[in-house]
């Protein structure tokens, strides 16, 4: 089956700091999503992004399907931006997502 | 606009008690439902999903079931709880026609 790595699995970054996240993939990507899971578990759509580069504020990602990776940049970043970072992607009949573990980011004020 | 609506927030049962946990979405119909189980630690552990009323599809053979009564409820029951059922749970929805999930507040569970 896919086999999706997120790296680093743990980051901490003083506030005002820039950070890259990295989602790899063993196969053809499927509909990749990035998520936050703020420290109160709440779980929010951060990007639908199956190919190309998108961007929202400080955060955009890029995903490059033949290569089978896609980064999350943090610009900026904010106390508010800790919590945990998960990208996913559908298995071929696109109905379950495939999770990586994630990455736990922290910043300082 | 969509919400996604979950009870309760919090619950601590003994083991060997029953289990009922209810999700419903407001907003949309027919839209294809999941449950996933987030253990200590960071992974989301797929439960059941369910892409119509009464169509369930189990992912992990365990102590839990589900079921979909009407087109926007799913529910996660258990008759005799565990103590590894303890764990943060939640449920999302995503339209059928489209690839994004969204997930709603979640139930942290804790069995005694």
């Known amino acids: 089956g896919i086999q999706v790595e997120q790296s680093p699995p743990d980051l901490i970054l003083q506030e005002g700091a820039n950070s890259t996240l990295r989602c790899n993939f063993s196969?053809?990507?499927?509909?990749l999503q990035w998520f936050h899971q703020n420290p109160w578990g709440q779980l929010i759509n951060l990007f639908y992004?199956?190919?190309?580069?998108k961007q929202n504020g400080r955060l955009s990602a890029t995903t490059v399907a033949t290569e089978r990776y896609s980064l999350l940049y943090i610009s900026s970043s904010q106390t508010t931006d800790s919590g945990v970072y998960f990208c996913?992607?559908?298995?071929?009949?696109?109905?379950?997502?495939?999770w990586g573990l994630g990455t736990s980011l922290g910043v300082n004020p | 606009s969509q919400t996604i609506h979950q009870w309760p927030a919090t619950l601590v049962q003994p083991v060997g008690s029953p289990l009922s946990l209810e999700c419903t979405v407001e907003g949309t119909s027919n839209p294809n439902l999941y449950w996933y189980r987030q253990a200590a630690g960071r992974g989301l552990q797929l439960l059941f999903y369910?892409?119509?009323?009464?169509?369930i599809s189990s992912e992990v053979p365990q102590n839990l079931s589900a079921s979909r009564p009407q087109d926007r409820q799913f529910i996660l029951s258990s008759k005799k709880l565990l103590l590894s059922d303890s764990g943060f749970y939640l449920c999302?929805?995503?339209?059928?026609?489209?690839?994004?999930?969204?997930f709603g507040p979640g139930t942290r569970l804790t069995v005694t």
């Open positions: 992004i199956p190919s190309g580069t």
């Open positions: 196969d053809s990507v499927n509909n």
């Open positions: 996913a992607l559908y298995a071929g009949n696109n109905r379950k997502l495939i």
């Open positions: 369910s892409v119509g009323i009464g169509q």
């Open positions: 999302a929805w995503r339209d059928d026609r489209g690839y994004e999930q969204y």
